[in-house]
């Protein structure tokens, strides 16, 4: 299974630079493929992207209620998240460079020297909205990245001191264009940003792999995935913490 996970990450991620995420899971006589196997293919990438892409942390996905009865899950997906793809507020993205581009409003932590959580703020989550199998299955979620294209981040003084253990009881908003499409609490996801970091840790001690100081981590949403279109602005306000924001260009 190894040759073969490194194998299919090679192809993934020539696939991914390519603009055309995935193709493997559009054979409808490909290899079995299963969720172990989909995360060694995720590590095998990364490896492949090392040195002069590095991973900087994890998004936790499929946390909603509804997304797991979709794909018939009991528990969250992990992605990885790479230095060569965070981007500042303000910024201006090309369409033309992702897959049917999606964003995500959610709530990110950021890891202290301790290991714990240190500050909470909002971020803008990009993904290719590409799913090739049909019907599309958690294996192909997973070697996808959980669809992570990017992340988005606010200036440096959007983030509250927090150990992670608090209530959130605070309103996260995705507004486009200066309307809002989507709102709801930024605890909204099963047990808070605290309990997807602890569901985190203990993925990660399953697989001999740990958290690290300083890493990102988005906590996951229970808002939806949004398509976005060349010339919109999309702003994610995150109550008492400040906004988020991009602009699509062609």
Same mark, same amino acid.
């Given at each position: 299974?190894?040759?073969?996970?490194?194998?299919?990450?090679?192809?993934?991620?020539?696939?991914?630079?390519?603009?055309?995420?995935?193709?493997?899971?559009? #054979?409808?006589? /490909?290899? +079995?493929?299963?969720?172990?196997?989909?995360?060694?293919?995720?590590? =095998?990438?990364?490896?492949?992207? @090392?040195?002069? =892409?590095?991973?900087?942390?994890?998004?936790?996905?499929?946390?909603?209620?509804?997304?797991?009865?979709?794909?018939?899950?009991?528990?969250?997906?992990?992605?990885?998240?790479?230095?060569?793809?965070?981007?500042?507020?303000?910024?201006?993205?090309?369409?033309?460079?992702?897959?049917?581009?999606? %964003?995500?409003?959610? @709530?990110a932590v950021r890891l202290g020297d301790d290991g714990r959580i240190k500050q909470v703020f909002p971020i803008l989550e990009l993904h290719n909205y590409v799913f090739r199998g049909h019907p599309p299955s958690l294996p192909e979620l997973a070697a996808?990245?959980?669809?992570? @294209?990017?992340?988005?981040?606010?200036? &440096? *003084?959007?983030?509250?001191?927090? /150990?992670?253990? =608090?209530?959130? *009881?605070?309103?996260?908003?995705?507004? %486009?264009?200066? $309307?809002?499409?989507? #709102?709801?609490?930024? #605890?909204?996801?099963?047990?808070?940003?605290?309990?997807?970091?602890?569901?985190? /840790?203990?993925?990660? @001690?399953?697989? =001999?792999?740990?958290? /690290?100081?300083?890493?990102?981590?988005?906590?996951?949403? +229970?808002?939806?995935?949004?398509? $976005?279109?060349?010339?919109?602005?999309?702003?994610?306000?995150?109550?008492?913490?400040?906004?988020?924001?991009?602009?699509?260009? &062609?």
């Amino acid at each position: 299974m190894t040759e073969f996970a490194h194998s299919l990450a090679v192809r993934q991620l020539a696939d991914y630079r390519a603009g055309t995420p995935g193709t493997f899971f559009s #054979d409808p006589k /490909r290899p +079995p493929l299963d969720l172990d196997a989909a995360y060694r293919v995720q590590d =095998e990438v990364a490896a492949l992207r @090392a040195p002069a =892409e590095n991973v900087v942390g994890y998004k936790v996905g499929c946390t909603g209620p509804g997304t797991r009865a979709q794909f018939g899950l009991d528990e969250p997906i992990r992605g990885l998240l790479y230095d060569s793809e965070l981007h500042d507020s303000g910024c201006e993205l090309s369409h033309q460079n992702y897959a049917d581009l999606a %964003i995500e409003g959610e @709530a990110a932590v950021r890891l202290g020297d301790d290991g714990r959580i240190k500050q909470v703020f909002p971020i803008l989550e990009l993904h290719n909205y590409v799913f090739r199998g049909h019907p599309p299955s958690l294996p192909e979620l997973a070697a996808n990245n959980g669809l992570n @294209a990017g992340v988005v981040l606010p200036p &440096p *003084p959007v983030a509250l001191s927090w /150990r992670g253990d =608090e209530p959130l *009881p605070w309103r996260l908003t995705v507004g %486009i264009d200066g $309307v809002r499409v989507d #709102d709801g609490p930024m #605890d909204g996801v099963p047990g808070g940003p605290g309990g997807s970091l602890c569901w985190l /840790r203990q993925h990660l @001690a399953d697989r =001999e792999q740990t958290l /690290r100081p300083g890493q990102l981590i988005l906590t996951g949403t +229970p808002l939806g995935l949004i398509p $976005v279109r060349p010339g919109q602005h999309v702003r994610v306000t995150a109550e008492h913490l400040g906004a988020v924001e991009a602009t699509i260009v &062609p």
